[in-house]
């Protein structure tokens, strides 16, 4: 059972343009909903978080859009950049701190 | 920031030995760590939670016996694949929550090939 599903998997931008990925959750126990940035080879590192008490969270050009009735949430990636170019992944947890479900994953690439 | 590391940052080995991948947090104590395996070009898969002084809780499939875990410090948590076979070759990525912030924080990740 995928219980977060992120689309789409692959995603290619101009420079400068709007990257937007969308993930789906079921578990209505999930409170913690984070972002993660993984280039080729390395960990993942945290970009931005949410709690479903909060419908938006922006921090520098990365913003979290969180819908709780549609159980859907969204990162949108303004003035796109090639630096940006890597793998994204959305997850969720039941509390922070506990363990992971990851969604599958959105390559993006920025084209100068 | 908080720091996840791990040794090695890939290895090779023969199918049937056995390979141990160390995962620390070096300026922070960890009492929960996690252990991922990442195919490539795929999300990763959580494998087991590791506590410390205490026995991992494995997620469903993964077989205990091949996949040993062992958090015996709030700094150091290790997983033995043992009697690897080249199915076993993945990424094996750990991460740690420092216990003050929500935030999860990942090691580099190790690269196994078994041969």
């Known amino acids: 059972q995928q219980q977060v599903k992120q689309s789409p998997q692959s995603l290619i931008v101009q420079k400068g343009g709007i990257s937007i990925i969308n993930c789906a959750y079921e578990n209505t126990a999930f409170d913690y909903f984070p972002w993660y940035q993984q280039f080729p080879g390395k960990g993942p590192a945290l970009l931005i978080a949410i709690r479903p008490d909060v419908s938006e969270k922006k921090e520098g050009r990365f913003t979290i859009s969180f819908n709780k009735s549609a159980k859907q949430f969204s990162l949108h990636i303004m003035d796109s950049q090639p630096g940006d170019s890597a793998t994204y992944f959305c997850a969720a947890s039941k509390a922070a701190g506990n363990k992971l479900t990851f969604g599958g994953g959105t390559r993006v690439l920025v084209k100068p | 920031g908080a720091v996840v590391s791990q040794h090695p940052s890939w290895v090779i080995c023969k199918s049937g030995t056995s390979v141990k991948i160390e995962c620390r947090s070096l300026d922070f104590q960890a009492t929960t760590m996690f252990w991922y395996r990442q195919f490539p070009k795929q999300s990763l898969m959580l494998m087991a939670t590791s506590n410390e002084g205490s026995k991992a809780t494995y997620e469903q499939g993964v077989e205990k016996d091949k996949f040993l875990i062992n958090h015996a410090s709030l700094t150091l948590s290790t997983l033995t694949v043992t009697s690897a076979h080249p199915e076993d070759s993945s990424f094996y990525i750990c991460?740690?929550?420092?216990?003050?912030?929500?935030?999860?924080?990942f090691g580099p990740g190790t690269r196994l090939t078994v041969l």
């Open positions: 991460s740690a929550n420092t216990g003050e912030t929500d935030t999860q924080y």
